[in-house]
C-alpha cells in the first residue's frame, strides 16, 4: 500500500493538467461548439418566461404527481400533445464563468483524490507505470465520464454530446493516468 499523503502532487498536478485540457477541448476546438443549439424565436421564448417567475431548478413538463395520473387520459394527451421539456433554469447571473471555473477544478482534484485513494490500497511504492496507469485511468474515467450516460438514458440528452462528453472523459482520464504514472512513488 502506498501512503495517499505521498500522492499530493500528482492529485494537484493531474487537476491542473486536466483543468488545462478542458479549457483548451471548450474554448480553442470546435469539438462543442453545436452541443446546445439556439432556441428558434428565442426572444418570445424568454419573453414568455420572465413574467412566470419560475425559480431556478430542474422542471419535467408535463410532469404527473404520481403513478395514478400518469396513467390518466388527461396526462397521456397532454404527454402526446407536447411539449414535453426537461428544463434547467438558471439564476440571473452575468457572464462571468469565474465559480464554474472554480468548482470545475475542485472537481478534477476530488476525481484525483479518488484515483490516487484506490490507486493507493492497490498498489505498492515503485508500482511499474502501467499498474499505475490502469488503476488511477480507470478510476478517473469513471469520475469523469459514467455519470453522463444516464442523461442521455433517462432524460433524452442529445447522444452526441453524450459521446463528446465520454470522449474528453476519456482524454482527462488519459492524462491523469499519465500523471500519476510518472509521478509514482519509486
Known amino acids: 500500500m502506498t501512503g495517499l499523503e505521498t500522492l499530493w502532487l500528482p492529485i494537484l498536478l493531474s487537476a491542473v493538467v486536466v483543468f488545462a485540457a478542458s479549457s483548451l477541448i471548450h474554448m480553442a476546438l470546435p469539438w462543442h461548439k453545436n452541443d446546445y443549439r439556439k432556441t428558434p424565436?428565442?426572444?418570445?421564448?424568454?419573453?414568455?418566461?420572465?413574467?412566470?417567475?419560475?425559480p431556478p431548478g430542474d422542471y419535467m413538463i408535463p410532469r404527473a404527481s404520481n403513478m395514478q395520473e400518469m396513467r390518466t387520459s388527461e396526462f397521456v394527451e397532454k404527454m402526446k400533445k407536447g411539449p414535453v421539456l426537461i428544463l434547467t433554469l438558471k439564476a440571473n447571473a452575468s457572464t462571468s464563468m469565474a465559480k464554474s471555473l472554480v468548482l470545475w477544478f475542485l472537481y478534477s482534484v476530488v476525481v484525483s483524490a479518488f484515483a490516487a485513494?484506490?490507486?493507493?490500497?492497490?498498489?505498492p511504492p515503485g508500482s511499474g507505470f502501467r499498474g499505475?496507469?490502469?488503476?488511477?485511468?480507470?478510476?478517473?474515467?469513471?469520475?469523469?465520464?459514467?455519470?453522463i450516460w444516464p442523461m442521455w438514458i433517462w432524460y433524452g440528452?442529445?447522444?452526441?454530446?453524450?459521446?463528446?462528453?465520454?470522449v474528453d472523459g476519456l482524454v482527462y482520464?488519459?492524462?491523469?493516468?499519465?500523471?500519476?504514472?510518472?509521478?509514482?512513488?519509486?
Do not use: C, Q
Open 41 to 54: 424565436k428565442e426572444d418570445e421564448v424568454l419573453n414568455a418566461f420572465r413574467p412566470l417567475a419560475i
Open 117 to 123: 485513494y484506490l490507486a493507493a490500497h492497490a498498489l
Open 132 to 147: 499505475v496507469v490502469r488503476f488511477t485511468g480507470a478510476t478517473a474515467f469513471i469520475g469523469y465520464s459514467a455519470a
Open 157 to 166: 440528452r442529445s447522444l452526441s454530446t453524450t459521446v463528446k462528453e465520454t
Open 173 to 186: 482520464a488519459l492524462l491523469t493516468a499519465a500523471v500519476f504514472g510518472w509521478l509514482w512513488p519509486r
